[in-house]
């Protein structure tokens, strides 16, 4: 039987760093991506505003205490089209100022050819 769907979702581990770990400078958030991200999602559960960025020198997002940042990046997509962050990547983040509690996590989904229901 053939598989009606398309594609399947799945989801890389959770990468998260508690308060006491970030710094003001720019860091990587665990691991490098090890697929192709179609979803990101990015929660910041400290009590201050992180900044987040797809390098290691530029600040491209802000996100505030308690808030979370979702890219949907391929929405109404096939496997093959829609933008991506890439295989090898990584996502940084600093504090604005020092947090004295919480952490940031993120999470991130990418789709297989898997063809299993």
């Known amino acids: 039987m ?3 769907f398309g594609l399947k979702a799945w989801a890389e581990p959770l990468r998260s760093a ?3 770990a970030l710094t003001a400078s720019l860091a ?5 991506y090890v697929e192709p991200v179609r ?3 990015f929660t ?5 505003t992180v900044f987040v960025s797809f390098n290691d020198s530029d600040n491209m997002f802000a996100v505030l205490a308690g808030n979370s940042m979702v890219l949907d990046l391929t929405t109404n997509k096939s496997f093959d089209d829609g ?3 890439a295989v090898g990547n990584s996502t940084y983040v600093a504090y604005a100022t020092i947090p004295t509690s919480g952490a940031v996590y993120l999470s991130v989904v990418y789709g297989t050819s898997e063809r299993t229901l």
């Open 39 to 41: 979803i990101y999602c």
């Open 44 to 48: 910041n559960g400290t009590n201050v």
């Open 2 to 4: 053939s598989n009606k």
């Open 83 to 85: 933008l991506y962050l």
């Open 28 to 32: 990587p958030l665990g691991t490098p």
């Open 18 to 20: 508690n308060f006491g």
